[in-house]
Antibody, heavy 119, light 107 residues
Framework: QVQLVQSGAEVKKPGASVKVSCKAS????????ISWVRQAPGQGLEWMGW????????NYAQKLQGRVTMTTDTSTSTAYMELRSLRSDDTAVYYC????????????WGQGTLVTVSS | EIVLTQSPGTLSLSPGERATLSCRAS???????LAWYQQKPGQAPRLLIY???SRATGIPDRFSGSGSGTDFTLTISRLEPEDFAVYYC????????FGPGTKVDIK
């Protein structure tokens, strides 16, 4: 069965960086893209960007351009999302989700990783 | 950038009642790349509907989606206790975005 397992919670200071991992299993990793979505406490969902696990092409949300980098390691079927210059308003649960391909958007989701930014 | 607006913000209904949720886009959503997700507290979102009207795998047929262009609707024909949750619409064109959500709670 398809599973996305994310790394554990992180606490970071303002200005630092965080790198969240998302290990995929149960499907051919390079046949699908991975999206990253975050959710601040008590708030809605925010799309952060997407990476093709096939060729590494990326598409980032404009507001995060320059601070976010998404990568994949096909040898371990793992996707990564790095966010730099962290601010307090980056405190959120970060989700990875598989892009189902074609018409199908995010059909499988990771369990979420809480990133807390606090001095 | 396509901005999605959802209404109402909160819908208070009883089990067995029909729920109608609206999602409006600031510009036409290409090829009906419109999806609906359900999220319960402490859980990741769950895909319900894609392509505006296709049910995702394993989704009960009491959930249905309709609409095109800028106006879309999610209908839950008869609310079950497990359906009380927050529902988000998403357009997944070239620069995806989510609506702010509609909370369906128990009246």
């Amino acid at each position: 069965q398809v599973q996305l397992v994310q790394s554990g919670a992180e606490v970071k200071k303002p200005g630092a960086s965080v790198k969240v991992s998302c290990k995929a299993s149960g499907y051919t990793f390079t046949s699908y893209g991975i999206s990253w979505v975050r959710q601040a406490p008590g708030q809605g969902l925010e799309w952060m960007g997407w990476i093709s696990a096939y060729n590494g092409n990326t598409n980032y949300a404009q507001k995060l351009q320059g601070r976010v980098t998404m990568t994949t390691d096909t040898s371990t079927s793992t996707a990564y999302m790095e966010l730099r210059s962290l601010r307090s308003d980056d405190t959120a649960v970060y989700y990875c989700a598989r892009d189902g391909g074609g018409w199908i958007p995010n059909d499988y989701w990771g369990q979420g990783t809480l990133v807390t930014v606090s001095s | 950038e396509i901005v999605l607006t959802q209404s109402p913000g909160t819908l208070s209904l009883s089990p067995g009642e029909r729920a109608t949720l609206s999602c409006r886009a600031s510009q036409s959503v290409s090829s009906s790349y419109l999806a609906w997700y359900q999220q319960k507290p402490g859980q990741a979102p769950r895909l319900l509907i894609y392509g505006a009207s296709s049910r995702a795998t394993g989704i009960p047929d009491r959930f249905s989606g309709s609409g095109s262009g800028t106006d879309f609707t999610l209908t839950i024909s008869r609310l079950e206790p497990e359906d009380f949750a927050v529902y988000y619409c998403q357009q997944y064109g070239s620069s995806p975005s989510f609506g702010p959500g509609t909370k369906v709670d128990i009246k």
